[in-house]
């Protein structure tokens, strides 16, 4: 996958630089808004368009074929899962070759770059959709949270410290997930975000178990991979660049 398709210049840049550059221009690139909450450019346009019109397929196939949509987090209504779409793979690279080397410089003391699994979704908030989000921490390590636009006003994230922080389309944040956090109400046009909670688990909590079902887990995921590119395919006579399926 070509990252310049999908990042801003300035963060693709910071991370072509050679190793011994590469932690200063990633650093530098960083805005602190609030003490560990940090703010970048991160996604071009065209990243944001394409992943809401895959949304919006699955969506729609979800719909016509009664699948169940495994909604994001209990505290969220609308929105949809990545993995659920074949995305598992796009998520897995963001994280391992990018989010954890932000990690590492930002918050050793949580996941460092030994993240090794993520949860991303893509929430939704608006007329007929989530209004707002309360005050909760995240199940994460460290959560990057990208705007996707479209056209909105309100939403903005806020966090203990007086901290408000109106996200752009294409900027990300990145703060720790127990650093607890909300968004205000969006009062016109949608807003969405793609939201990343990357986590430490095989470290934590499986260490030692060779058998914890993750071959239950990559069978549902070949299966559902399988079923949602064949209808895409027939629908739309594509499949996603860049998704498991392809
Ligand atoms: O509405 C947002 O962008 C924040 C979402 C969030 O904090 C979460 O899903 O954990
Ligand atoms: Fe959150």
Not at 68 to 79: A, L, Y
């Amino acid at each position: 996958m070509d990252p310049s398709v999908f990042f801003v210049k300035s963060f693709s840049k910071a991370f072509e630089v050679p190793d011994k550059f590469k932690d200063k221009c990633i650093r530098s690139m960083m805005h602190e808004s609030a003490p560990g909450v940090y703010t970048f450019d991160m996604m071009q346009p065209i990243f944001c368009d394409r992943l809401l019109s895959e949304v919006e397929y699955f969506e729609k196939w979800a719909c016509e074929t009664r699948f169940r949509i495994m909604r994001p987090s209990t505290m969220h209504r609308f929105g949809v899962a990545l993995d659920d779409f074949g995305m598992k793979g796009t998520l897995d690279w963001l994280m391992r070759d990018f989010i954890s080397h932000i990690s590492k410089i930002l918050f050793p003391d949580v996941g460092g770059c030994s993240l090794d699994s993520n949860h991303g979704y893509v929430v939704e908030y608006g007329m007929g959709r989530d209004v707002d989000l309360g005050f909760h921490v995240d199940d994460s390590e460290v959560t990057l949270n990208v705007c996707l636009g479209t056209e909105f006003t309100g939403g903005d994230l806020f966090s203990e410290e007086i901290f408000s922080c109106s996200h752009a389309r294409g900027t990300a944040i990145i703060h720790r997930g127990f650093h607890r956090h909300g968004a205000l109400a969006t009062t016109s046009g949608h807003r969405f975000s793609l939201v990343m909670w990357c986590r430490r688990e095989m470290k934590k909590h499986r260490k030692g178990f060779s058998n914890d079902c993750g071959e239950c887990e990559r069978e549902r995921q070949a299966r559902l991979i399988q079923s949602v590119a064949a209808r895409k395919k027939k629908w739309f006579g594509v499949v996603g660049e860049g998704d498991d399926a392809s």
